[in-house]
Structures are given as structure tokens and as C-alpha cells.
């Protein structure tokens, strides 16, 4: 059975900085794209970047400039960097990894929090 386990979030100052980890037991590259995305109560699920096995990436307007993805295949874990971050960044931060013709895999997410 395959896990995504994510760690990282927590409290945040405005403009601060944190990491988020996802954590996949087994090969990362059975997922064909890798992504992080966020839910705030009473809103969906939002995309906020994703990896692809080839290396692309994609990022909510949102985030741009700001939050970067990536991975360690030799760790089997992907990133997501997130910079100058802003209280509308507040959110349950989701790993998911996409498989070709199967179904998705989530992480059981991780809070973060940015407030002064």
C-alpha cells in the first residue's frame, strides 16, 4: 500500500518562510506528476504546484514567484518551498501523486498557518 506522508507545516510570521515535505514509501516515479495542493474551510481543494516526472512544473497564479516544487527521487519525496508567505496562504496543505489510468493518491495533509 503505497503512503504519502507530509510534514513541515506550522505557524508562520507574514513574509516568512517554510518547507513542506512529502514523503512516498515506495518509487516517487510511479506517480507520472507529483503535486501540492490546499483547502480552507468551505472552499475546494485548490491547486498550488505541480512536478511532473520529466521535470515540468505549474503553479497557481497565486504562488508564482513565490512558492517553488521539487523533488529527491533518491529520498522518494517531493518539496514545496514556500517564501513571503501571506495570511491568505493559511490553509491544509495536500501531497498527491497521479498515476496513469489509476487512481490518485492524497497525503493526509499538513496545517499551515501564517498570522503575526
Not at 512529502?22 to 472552499?43: D, E, H, L
Not at 508567505?85 to 497521479?98: F, I, M, N, S
Amino acid at each position: 500500500q503505497v503512503q504519502l506522508v507530509e510534514s513541515g507545516g506550522g505557524l508562520v510570521q507574514p513574509g516568512g518562510s517554510l518547507r513542506l515535505s512529502c514523503a512516498v514509501s515506495g518509487n516517487i516515479f510511479r506517480f507520472y506528476r507529483m503535486g501540492w495542493y490546499r483547502q480552507t474551510p468551505g472552499k475546494q481543494r485548490e491547486l498550488v504546484a505541480t512536478l511532473t516526472s520529466g521535470g515540468t512544473t505549474n503553479y497557481a497564479d497565486s504562488v508564482k514567484g513565490r512558492f517553488a516544487i521539487s523533488r529527491d527521487s533518491a529520498k522518494n519525496t517531493v518539496y514545496l518551498q514556500m517564501n513571503s508567505l501571506k495570511p491568505e496562504d493559511t490553509a491544509v496543505y495536500y501531497c498527491r501523486g497521479d498515476q496513469l489510468a489509476a487512481s490518485a493518491y492524497w497525503g493526509q495533509g499538513t496545517q499551515v498557518t501564517v498570522s503575526s
